[in-house]
């Protein structure tokens, strides 16, 4: 059997599922890797056959979706010529992690053998918890970003039998948590001078993760790091909380590791609200802003959130992909 794993790279929660399925595929198939995008700081866990700049969702430095940089930093022309380029006819499947070039090759080429797996896929069944307000061009994104019409879904609860716990990763399971009274954050549609004057407001001691320096120093009680999978995932473990967006993957990985969590949605960010609304159901605190006030509240609570995520990645695989029995 043949496959094209097709990912985007913008952002890493993509690449930090990736690193857990392709190994398992590659136990009963070829894989070949295809990625777009270009917003990720982690390793990819293989050498792409295929590359493309792809179509990014880009965002400003205050926390919101940019449409002005989405609509210009884009290069739709070569995007169209990439989708007409990819050989999707060449594989038994392609597995698409909400990865628009490959999708869109399979739709423009009538190819079906296509199948969706994302998070972005749990937010098409109607169980999943959505705001109140839904958001007209959100919906169309989420629809037609990358649209496939066979799908399974990963989410925060298994709302619908085609959604299923989150992918955690090995190099998170393998920790072992403690707590070292410091508190960490990733939060990059933000600027590091906007959180460090936000953060010296409080109490206590941040580890601040950036996308954009490239040392580490010291402003106040904030210490800034550059992006690095190591003293991430040692801070990661060690920490007593994590302030972040209200993405997938971090959230889901800061609550399996039982750490306190508190997230903030990218602002304009449809995928992010709804991620808020079902964070919310599960008790976890969060702000539609960077309000001061409930951060504080927040260091100085122990909620935390209990889940059971247990290891069933390679069953997923195997039955939701590979359909064997």
Request: glycine content about 4%; proline content about 5%; charged content about 25%.
């Amino acid at each position: 059997m043949k496959i094209l794993y097709a990912l985007q790279c913008t952002g890493n929660g993509h690449i930090a599922r990736a690193q857990e399925i392709i190994p398992i595929l590659e136990k009963y198939a070829e894989v070949d890797l295809l990625v777009s995008g270009h917003q990720s700081q982690i390793a990819l866990p293989k050498d792409p056959k295929y590359s493309f700049k792809g179509i990014s969702l880009l965002y400003d430095s205050k926390g919101g979706l940019s449409y002005w940089n989405t609509a210009f930093k884009n290069n739709f022309l070569k995007a169209i010529k990439d989708i007409k380029s990819v050989p999707v006819e060449n594989y038994d499947l392609v597995l698409n992690d909400f990865e628009p070039i490959s999708a869109w090759a399979c739709k423009l080429k009538k190819f079906d053998k296509i199948l969706g797996f994302s998070h972005q896929a749990s937010m098409l069944f109607s169980e999943t918890p959505k705001p109140e307000s839904k958001d007209f061009f959100g919906e169309l994104v989420l629809q037609r970003y990358a649209p496939v019409e066979n799908k399974f879904g990963f989410h925060f609860h298994e709302y619908n039998p085609s959604i299923f716990k989150p992918v955690i990763r090995s190099s998170i399971r393998q920790l072992n948590p403690e707590n070292k009274g410091f508190y960490m954050t990733y939060l990059p549609s933000y600027s590091d001078e906007f959180l460090i004057e936000r953060l010296n407001e409080t109490h206590v001691d941040w580890r601040v993760f950036s996308k954009t320096s490239k040392e580490i120093y010291e402003n106040g009680n904030v210490k800034i790091y550059p992006i690095d999978q190591k003293k991430y995932l040692k801070a990661f473990e060690s920490c007593e909380g994590i302030l972040c967006n209200a993405g997938f993957e971090t959230p889901a990985e800061a609550l399996f590791l039982q750490k306190k969590l508190f997230v903030i949605p990218i602002k304009n960010q449809y995928e992010q609200e709804c991620n808020c609304v079902a964070l919310e159901k599960m008790g976890v605190d969060a702000s539609r802003d960077f309000n001061m006030r409930k951060i504080q509240e927040w260091i100085d609570s122990e909620k935390r959130v209990e889940v059971n995520y247990e290891d069933e990645t390679e069953e997923i695989i195997y039955h939701e992909v590979l359909k064997l029995s």
